[in-house]
């Protein structure tokens, strides 16, 4: 139980390109999911929580512009980069929880962005 | 501030020699805390969750255990497939649902 996919699980764009991302639960329904980035040889840092049918929460520094953020549905919310530029480039990591404050965070396989 | 501070960096072990990474953590108030494994190029597995001091838990060769100051995660006998990033994250009681993140210790195991 408690798995989260993502699509594609690796991309490569021109630069000034936009990209969507999706990240599904596939056997619950995640009233909360949570988009992160990860960089070579360092840890999560979170970029915004979003809640079934409301507008996303963005971390301090975190442009909302750039990166869209949609949760239509309880198993569906999609991360989209917009004019995408080469220090875009990273790894990016969703989790689904069913939205409790002591709910365990279930992380999707991540998605490969390279910006050229 | 919240503060998530994992040790150490990084771990080399002979196989079936046992050690423990240890998680310090600094919050207002700990909601839970809980363990991640990553290997390279994916996104982090869930391990364990614990919520209050005395807590234990176990699976397969880990057992994490949980102090008001810090968590270990002990690890028995390990195999060269126990090789992964180990990622202790905290949700402050001040945070919402969202995770504090340690930089994560790099667990290699030799046969």
């Known amino acids: 139980g408690a798995v989260v996919s993502q699509h594609p699980s690796w991309v490569i764009c021109k630069s000034g390109t936009s990209v969507k991302i999706e990240c599904r639960s596939l056997d619950f329904q995640a009233t909360t999911m949570f988009w992160y980035r990860q960089f070579p040889k360092q840890s999560l840092m979170l970029m915004a929580t979003s809640n079934e049918g409301s507008k996303a929460t963005y971390e301090q520094g975190v442009e909302k512009d750039k990166f869209l953020i949609n949760h239509a549905s309880l198993t569906l919310s999609t991360l989209t980069v917009t004019s995408a530029h080469p220090e875009d480039s990273s790894f990016y990591i969703c989790?689904?929880?069913?939205?409790?404050?002591?709910?365990?965070?279930?992380f999707g396989p991540g998605t490969r962005l390279t910006v050229l | 501030e919240d503060q998530v501070t994992q040790s150490p960096e990084a771990l080399r072990l002979q196989e079936g020699e046992s050690s423990s990474l240890n998680c310090s953590y600094t919050?207002?108030?700990?909601?839970?805390l809980f363990w991640y494994r990553q290997d390279p190029g994916k996104g982090p597995e869930f391990l364990f969750t614990?919520?209050?001091a005395g807590e234990e838990k176990e699976k397969e060769r880990l057992k994490a255990t949980l102090t008001k100051k810090e968590s270990f995660l002990h690890i028995t006998a390990p195999k060269p497939e126990d090789s992964a990033t180990y990622l202790c994250?905290?949700?402050?009681?001040?945070?919402?649902?969202?995770?504090?993140f340690g930089e994560g210790t790099q667990l290699t195991v030799n046969p």
């Open positions: 994250a905290v949700n402050p009681e001040t945070s919402g649902s969202r995770l504090t």
């Open positions: 989790s689904a929880s069913l939205g409790g404050l002591t709910d365990t965070q279930y």
């Open positions: 614990l919520y209050s």
């Open positions: 919050v207002s108030g700990l909601r839970g």
